[in-house]
């Protein structure tokens, strides 16, 4: 693989998972959902390198498989309790240790399977130009939010109760989907935090604004699979080889490993 470039791709995929077993291996359209991120990330023309952060090593050998290099997490990063940013600041530490800086930095999550390679390169345009410091993938909601109170009762969030427009009459609110976000490295090591600065948004299709975390969504996706992913094969990057680790005592579950298969405006009204 070519050395890290400005841009580079982290993909955090531990091995433990409590909703579906072994999910970062669980297929969607035949493809691993490790690998539909790595291969989302290879095929936008913005990323220069893909790294996956695992502690399992079928992940890591998916991820290598599929055209990315493996940072190996270690212990105290792999938990429940540990944070996506403990994750991406051990991968920045592994990089700077072998000579690489990255200037920008996109973080996506393998539960987000349909992640366009376009809204990759559009959030690190905003990012690399200056527009903006910190990118995050939102779907346009018009959803009528209610919260309960300490009562029980229902109270109105982001409405009047009284008041029901209609939805064509509403300007739509933006819903957070994790798939990725982008940001420059040195400023997420000086904040410890994804959002930060100017905060900017792309809007991605809320069809395919999936996070794949229980039975339900690894099903929805499988139905939905065959009518957003794209026909032509993606694009892959030559990589050097990198010897595939050995099985460990966490990969023991069974291995759902499939086989292979211009700066626009931001919607918040920046220049």
Known sequence: MRPTGPVVAVVPARAGS????????????????????VESALAATTI????????G?????????????????????????????????????????????????????????FIDPADLDAAVTRVRD?????????????AFLWRLGADGSARAVNHDQAVRPRRQDRDPEFRETGAFTAFRAAAFREHRHRFHGRVELVVVDGAGA???????????????????????????RPTARIDRPEPGPDDHAPDHRPTTESDAPAPNGAP
């Not at 220069?48 to 502690?55: G, Q």
């Not at 992940?59 to 990063?77: F, K």
């Not at 792999?78 to 996109?106: F, I, K, R, W």
């Not at 999936?210 to 892959?236: C, G, H, N, T």
């Open 210 to 236: 999936i996070d794949v975390d229980d039975p339900a969504d690894l099903a929805l996706a499988s139905a939905l699979a065959p009518r957003l992913d794209r026909p032509e094969p993606r694009r892959v």
């Open 48 to 55: 220069d390198a893909v790294v996956v952060s695992t502690d």
């Open 57 to 113: 090593d079928a992940i890591a050998a998916e991820a290598v498989s599929a055209g990315a290099r493996v940072v190996r997490r270690p212990p105290e990063l792999s938990g429940d309790e540990a944070s996506s940013e403990s994750a991406l600041l051990h991968v920045l530490d592994a990089l700077t240790a072998t000579g690489e800086e990255p200037e920008v930095v996109v973080f996506l999550q393998a539960t987000s399977p």
């Open 18 to 37: 409590k909703g579906i077993p072994g999910k970062n291996l669980r297929a969607v359209g035949g493809r691993s959902l490790v690998r539909r991120a």
């Open 130 to 142: 200056g527009h903006a410091d910190s990118v995050f993938a939102a779907a346009p909601s018009h």
